[in-house]
């Protein structure tokens, strides 16, 4: 695979001059004298541009040097499962598709697929659509968990299609030999967050495939299956720019990218469409640095911000650079109305769980004292982690905790209370020792800190015996003394080894028919975004409250929904600037309370 460093990257970025410098960064371009930091006011906030917001000098390419050009209705770019999902849903209905990817392969990460009201869900007993009672509590916590800072126009498209969607993949995929079952759900006994199950996953013949493993093999399927159907994929291909007609104010009706082997350089010419489906920005500092501050604060010491691996699958140190995003802005571009992208993350406590669930059990900080409540899933356990100085956290429990669960139904299997206990003894995952104190010791533990830790332990066994938490509220069907050997415990770092499904989501302005708008909401004529890219679908952090939402929402549902779309002459898409009632004056006129004052009086 071939490797870019970030300094050649940005070669050429110059043209903001020898004060061309990251904002805020205080860091200056290759070759630049060091530059005095640029200080950021109210007033030049929009005018101050960062090193990845301008397209490198060496590009447009002088037009001698495209040696090969196709020209198709639409273009895909980037064979990810929702690049290679809308090209596959577009052909099939007779449209016209080229794909390209920079990856050598067909790409993947996971294998988690959330739809309600499919037709396995139907031959399970599942009674969960976006009708009924569970379906909308699902989506609506979800929409809670991101403070409903969303666009509800795209998250409506995925209630009202995501079972035809699913359906759909599941046909697809079992014309290859797969098999589809569904995760077990997170119970959240306080019932907040629970819900039904719905995500589906994905198995080959020889059973490899479900959350983890899954994605792949799909992606593959789709790949081989767009072949099949007459399509074709160039790979090793990466995207270098958008052409974007009248001076960058028309239709883009091209992308220039580059063989990464020979290094030739290829125009596609799109007639329709071109659509954006280049992954994540995890890799890429600077974006990071100002998308998703907090993230890139927490990451920024184990992030391979230096290697460029479009091949990159189940890695955990960050995906991709952002190169559509990029691609996007250059071009006129708009950034999504959610102030953060929101990260994917997932660093709950350690310790024995059923699916996407942190460990219910007692969770200690390094003071030896509890931190939260324990019963949440495991993206939100990560949250609560981070919070602690040292973003370290420690699990205990005992024997009898195996009885927690009549049977632990989890990822890898089934296992009766017995059989889980012997499984831990066995392991030499957890570390155990006949003795709390002992176990503590072994842990770390020491001097006022054990001492916490063992008065917070013989609480916690007190709390269950009066079903009452002091603490935390844990609900008492939970809560379980700690005082039967064997004694099992864990420690969880978040640092590099623990960051694990670490991606942004989010990123271009997208309305609702994934087309790529400017500032002001009027869409870019012949360009759209699917995927992991498409902006404001989540905000916060990606809380895996419904597993598998980005895989099967808009990787899966919303890219099948555009496929569709762009296949079908007489689909309307959004065209001109939007209906913009209110005005700057509007907008600027004093606020004298008057609007508060009708609603709260009833006039």
Known sequence: ??????????????????????????????????????VLTAENVDDVKWAFEIMPEEWPVAEDLITTEYTNDIVVVGAGLSGLCTAVSAKEMGADVRVFTASSIPMGRGGSNHALGTKVQKAMGIDCTPDTPEGRHAAKVEKLSASFF??????????????????WMIDKMESKGMYVDLESNYTDP???????????????????????????????????????????IEYNMRGLYLIREDNNTGRVSAIVAQNMETGEYVRYNANKAIVLATGDFSRDADMMAKYSPWVWKLFKNCLRTDEYDYDAGLTYNGLYHGDGHKMGLWIGAGWQKTPTCAPMVNCAAQGPSLGAENFSGINLSSDGKRYHNECVNFAYGAIAILQRPDHIAYSVWDADYSKLHDVWNGFMGSLTSDEQLQAWINSGQYIMADTIEELLDKLGFEGEAKENAIKSIEDYSRYADQGVDEEYHVAPEVLRPIRTPPFFGARTTFNFSACTFLTICGGLRTNEYLQVCEDDDTPIDGLFNTGIMIGDYYAGCYNFVMPGMNLGGVCNCLSYLLGRRLADPDFKFASGKPIRKSTVEDESVDNDGAMLLAMFSGM
């Open 150 to 167: 969303i666009d509800e126009r795209k998250w409506s498209d995925w209630l009202g299609h995501s079972a035809e969607a699913m359906d």
């Open 190 to 232: 306080d019932g907040i967050m629970t819900v039904p199950r719905g995500a589906h996953n994905f198995y080959a013949s020889s059973g490899i495939g479900g959350a983890i493993l899954g994605a792949p093999i799909c992606a593959s399927n789709y790949a081989e299956i767009f072949t099949e159907m007459g399509g074709e």
């Open 1 to 38: 695979m071939a490797t870019m460093t970030r300094k050649n990257f940005l070669k050429g970025a110059g043209a903001l001059g020898a004060a061309s410098i990251a904002a805020g960064t205080g860091v200056a371009m290759a070759d630049e004298a060091p530059a005095a930091p640029v």
